[in-house]
């Protein structure tokens, strides 16, 4: 019998779909809002890579699975994620920018996953990792696009914590921020024990941080739906 914590990722790609959905849907509410769509696509993403990992654990291991998993998990990371805070906090020539330069260098990293060689004498049955990648410098795009990742994301979370903690009136979204900044960190622990072949600490630190996140956006969802809600009220008594 496989143990109950091989079937996280399926769990966590289930959740993974459902939050996108929700974070699209306000999105479409809304009208506007570039950081919506990028966090969209960014936990699209995030369950496409979870989705992989399933299909490992579960099934064995697949090249072409592989090859997903390393581009839209251990590539990728959480970069859309962390574009999405570019957008909130960065001026938008800014934030368009450095989308630019992101997807050029995914686009560049991703050809060259795609490209390269596997070494199948390194191949784990029902485990994903790098290390069989015949070209090993292409790991070396992951640190760069996941420390970018970190830095805004888990930065961004933590600016905007840091901001919001003064006043009664947006205490929710400094405790909103404080619940994305350690969801976003835990998947890059988890990831770190992958390292030592401790693959389930990565499914584990994953649904944990994907909770957390959604979590924090429901705190700060909370706070700017009462806005509107009071603006609301003001300007019908207004009218009155």
């Known amino acids: 019998m496989r143990h109950p914590v ?7 790609t289930v959740l993974s779909l459902a939050f996108s959905w929700v974070l699209l849907q306000r999105y479409r509410e809304k009208g506007h809002g570039a950081h919506l769509l990028c966090w969209a696509i960014g936990v699209f993403l995030y369950g496409v890579g979870t ?6 654990t579960l099934f064995g291991w697949n090249e072409p699975i ?19 805070t570019v957008y909130l906090l960065l001026r938008r020539r800014t934030a368009n920018r450095l989308t630019i330069a992101l997807i050029t260098v995914i686009v560049v990293a991703s050809v060259c996953v795609l490209m390269s060689p596997i070494d199948y004498s390194l191949v784990e049955p029902y485990r ?38 003064r006043s009664k009136l947006t205490y929710d979204r400094f405790i909103g921020n404080v619940y994305i900044a350690v969801g976003a960190l835990l998947p890059g622990i988890g990831g770190a024990f992958t390292r030592f072949g401790l693959t389930e ?12 996140i959604y979590v924090g956006f429901r705190y700060n969802v909370r706070v700017l739906d009462a806005r509107v809600q009071r603006k609301a009220a003001e300007m019908a008594v207004e009218r009155q």
């Open 6 to 12: 091989l079937y996280i990722p399926v769990l966590t």
């Open 51 to 56: 989705f992989t990992e399933a299909s490992t």
């Open 201 to 212: 600490v990565l499914y584990v630190t994953e649904i944990m941080g994907l909770s957390l």
């Open 66 to 84: 592989f090859r997903l998993w390393y581009i839209s998990g251990a590539l990728l990371g959480g970069a859309p994620l962390a574009q999405g």
């Open 128 to 165: 994903p990792t790098g290390r069989v990648l015949a070209w090993s410098w292409v790991r070396a795009f992951s640190p760069f696009i996941n420390t970018y990742a970190l830095f805004f994301l888990v930065g961004g979370a933590v600016l905007s914590a840091y901001r919001f903690r």
